[in-house]
């Protein structure tokens, strides 16, 4: 069992940065990879960004590299997610997840385990 809570969402004016956090608790020596994920209404749910946790490899959206910075602190069972220059687009929920095993980081379905969400909202 895994339970992951986020935290750091909020409201933020374009331009502006937010950091989220992943926080993980339980079977944490089980997740090899945390990943972020975003849904804003209408939309289906796209991959942001993510880790492999013992060898730090980070992956990301195109709309979000360079702006976006994906990090962990294994010692803290958490992981960040930095973002800057936001922009209104990048209004959504925002998710972390975490998988046991993984092949195609980018993919929603490689994933266990699933943080509750938390709203980023991004004003012109």
């Known amino acids: 069992q895994v339970q992951l809570v986020e935290s750091g969402g909020g409201l933020v004016q374009a331009g502006g940065s937010l950091r989220l956090s992943c926080a993980a608790s339980?079977?944490?020596?089980?997740?090899?990879?945390t990943g972020w994920f975003r849904q804003a209404p209408g939309k289906e749910r796209e991959f942001v960004a993510a880790?492999?946790?013992?060898?730090?490899?980070?992956y990301y959206a195109d709309s979000v590299k360079g702006r976006f910075t994906i990090s962990r602190d294994n010692a803290k069972n958490t992981v960040y997610l930095q973002m800057n220059s936001l922009k209104p687009e990048d209004t959504a929920v925002y998710y972390c997840?975490?998988?046991?095993?993984?092949?195609?980081?980018?993919?929603?379905?490689?994933?266990?385990?699933w943080g509750q969400g938390t709203q980023v909202t991004v004003s012109s």
């Open positions: 997840a975490a998988a046991n095993t993984i092949r195609v980081v980018t993919s929603s379905s490689e994933y266990t385990y």
């Open positions: 880790i492999r946790l013992i060898y730090g490899t980070t």
């Open positions: 339980g079977r944490t020596s089980s997740i090899y990879a």
